[in-house]
């Protein structure tokens, strides 16, 4: 088993090469893998083992903690006190000892524990490197192939990585299925206790933004930009745009001819999310009044303090300022970043006339009736 071991070392290099892995943690990986061999062979779970391998050599060096004791009873824990002294000349009793062990051979066992370590440990390096190759690509669209779904997750690969899209980062009423080809957004990378997750997202804002830079390529020179976006995944989507370019339509420009781009954008998403562009504006009434269009406004109130603001409109107007469950105003209240009411102004001095000295004053039905019978008397008396 010796050799074996030997032969472990010299395959270094390959393994690194083959596996894209820098040959420390190939080297690494090995030594865990004879520690795991060795406590499987002569020693427990607990014992402290030190490993360490030569690749140009082929050496390996086993170091063992043993307790020093007067009557050795395991000599795979403990060491003779004599024996101690000739490692260590003021060891005592109790006292813990680095032994150098010569092993030569390992069981069968213990050679399959090895094997079971190293291919386990290369899977997970492996993997690791994978993820953090997709470090740098945070923040942009990829395709993907959907694998499989389970428990809410959607499990995407892409490339040899596969990616995981949470229930919070799909697009609410969205049907996935596997094998399905889809674009997503690389947001993150978990480093979490279970090994690196590559987490991608279709339901977030900045998807969005993503699919508008390819399909807009006016966004790559700055001529027109996305100042705002308020989403809703699945249901409705607003955007606030600008141009930089005078004279250029923000607006045309992201709908594009017969509306290309934005119908681009659509399909991607799904029909059911209707997308609503609007100029941006600086100033906060005009913002607010485009971000509620088509509403017809009567008084906006802005409070700077509690972030708050009053809209006041007709009664005819309340449906259309509120929308479908709210969803108009709300949109609306998170592209501006104010909370936004929508009040019902009673607007009788514009509705009704006014009374005016010319106008005679209705009377009173007691009074009519008793006008109506001196009329009947006086016609009588005639």
Known sequence: MENDLKQLATVIHSIADEKNLDEDVVKNILEQAIVAAFRKEFGDSEQEIEVSLNPATSAIKIVVDKEVVDKVQNSAYQISLSDAQNIKPDAKLSDFVKVNENIARFGRV?????????????????????????????????????????????????????????????????YLYPGQRIKVLIKNYDKDARGPQLIVSRGSTEFIQKLFENEVPEMESKAVEIKAIAREAGIRTKIAVSSNVHGVDPVGTFVGGHGIRVNAVMSEVGEQEKIDILVYSPELKELVQNALS?????????????????????????????GKNGQNVRLASKLVGYEIDIINQNNKEDIEPKTQGSVPKLKKKTELESSLLDAIEKQDQN
């Open 294 to 322: 088509p509403t017809q406004i009567n008084k906006i109130e802005i409070d700077q303090k509690t972030k708050n603001i009053k809209v006041y409109v007709n009664e005819d107007q309340l449906s259309v300022a509120i």
């Open 110 to 174: 213990a050679t399959q524990t090895a094997k079971q370590v190293i291919l386990q440990r290369l899977r997970e390096a492996e993997k690791e490197i994978l993820y953090i190759e997709f470090e740098n690509k945070i923040g942009t669209i990829a395709n993907g192939n959907v694998s499989r779904i389970e428990n809410g997750l959607v499990k995407v690969d892409i490339g040899r990585v596969q990616a995981v899209m949470p229930r919070s980062e799909q697009i609410q009423g969205e």
